[in-house]
T-cell receptor, first 113, second 109 residues
Framework: NAGVTQTPKFQVLKTGQSMTLQCAQD?????MSWYRQDPGMGLRLIHY???????DQGEVPNGYNVSRSTTEDFPLRLLSAAPSQTSVYFC????????????FGEGSRLTVL | GQNIDQPTEMTATEGAIVQINCTYQ??????LFWYQQHAGEAPTFLSY????GLEEKGRFSSFLSRSKGYSYLLLKELQMKDSASYLC??????????FGTGTRLTVIP
């Protein structure tokens, strides 16, 4: 059981470039989300989705786009990368009816020069 | 606004007991999660409290007081592998989690 799979694990971009972080889950979870983690800041919610075709903004959505065309996939797009977007990004999915526990991917470390 | 406070760092001795406190102020509170995160790895689920009281799971226990906006994570019989960051998170809506900055625990021999 693969769980939550993120790609790439590492990426270096130049300011202004665009890229997509991929996230896929095989647990048939309705809920998926993207967080970023910065030193001293904790995990902050960027965007989330409660099902295919439904997305919403989290705490820090500016500079990021998402879409949810299937239950399995939830890509995060950086349209014009900025140094402030240097961070570790985590995709998470959830669906346990008893706890709402989130399952996290291994993370994607992004550096914007 | 939303806020979660937890100590930045703690040190404890192998075999001992340590308590990590967390206070929270959030809107739409559904429950309180604790996650463990080793350096360079993803967070992993430890516990979830939705009702007041103590939840015990092996060497780990978690307590919640909704009226006080307070939780703690209790780790017993500490092992070296317990050295990690412990993240307190409030579930605020859907499955959204609002995280504290984490407590870095160092277990020493």
């Amino acid at each position: 059981n693969a769980g939550v799979t993120q790609t790439p694990k590492f990426q270096v971009l130049k300011t202004g470039q665009s890229m997509t972080l991929q996230c896929a889950q095989d647990m048939n979870h309705e809920y998926m989300s993207w967080y970023r983690q910065d030193p001293g800041m904790g995990l902050r919610l960027i965007h989330y989705s409660v099902g295919a075709g439904i997305t919403d903004q989290g705490e820090v959505p500016n500079g990021y786009n998402v879409s949810r065309s299937t239950t399995e996939d939830f890509p995060l797009r950086l349209l014009s990368a900025a140094p402030s977007q240097t961070s570790v990004y985590f995709c998470a999915s959830g669906g346990s009816r008893s706890t709402g526990e989130l399952f996290f991917g291994e993370g994607s470390r992004l550096t914007v020069l | 606004g939303q806020n979660i406070d937890q100590p930045t760092e703690m040190t404890a001795t192998e075999g001992a007991i340590v308590q990590i406190n967390c206070t929270y102020q959030t809107s739409g509170f559904n429950g309180l999660f604790w996650y463990q995160q080793h350096a360079g790895e993803a967070p992993t689920f430890l516990s979830y409290n939705v009702l007041d009281g103590l939840e015990e799971k092996g060497r780990f226990s978690s307590f919640l007081s909704r009226s006080k906006g307070y939780s703690y994570l209790l780790l017993k019989e500490l092992q070296m592998k317990d050295s990690a960051s412990y993240l307190c998170a409030a579930q605020t809506g859907a499955n959204n989690l609002f995280f504290g900055t984490g407590t870095r625990l160092t277990v020493i021999p």
